[in-house]
Nanobody, 121 residues
Framework: VQLVESGGGSVQTGGSLRLSCAASGYTSRSSCMGWFRQAPGKEREGVARIDRNGITTYADSVKGRFTISQDNAKNTLYLQMNSLKPDDTAMYYC????????????????WGQGTQVTVSS
């Protein structure tokens, strides 16, 4: 199983980015998939997740700004990030659970290597 993130970069406050996570050896639409982030000196936090039924959950800090989605045909997970803030600066990781319905943020099993997002003021 391999999860490969892309789409990170540097933007100014208020800008947008779309992250992608390509899954191989794994059918992403069959499981809960999520995006996490970790800023320097901080713990990793769950940002958004989506289950096989399309039900989504977001961290309070990104509600209304970020949208998680997936393209089943491409086996790819996305995170559209709008109205970015300096506090969104972090390494962003894609993750997959073993089960179709999302459980807790701690139950994700497969992880990608991450893509860096930097938001400047």
């Amino acid at each position: 199983v391999q999860l490969v993130e892309s789409g990170g970069g540097s933007v100014q406050t208020g800008g947008s980015l779309r992250l992608s996570c390509a899954a191989s050896g794994y059918t992403s639409r069959s499981s809960c998939m999520g995006w996490f982030r970790q800023a320097p000196g901080k713990e990793r936090e769950g940002v958004a997740r989506i289950d096989r039924n399309g039900i989504t959950t977001y961290a309070d800090s990104v509600k209304g700004r970020f949208t998680i989605s997936q393209d089943n045909a491409k086996n790819t997970l996305y995170l559209q990030m709008n109205s970015l803030k300096p506090d969104d600066t972090a390494m962003y990781y894609c993750a997959a659970d073993l089960f179709p319905l999302c459980r807790s943020w701690e139950d994700f099993y497969y992880w990608g290597q991450g893509t860096q997002v930097t938001v400047s003021s």
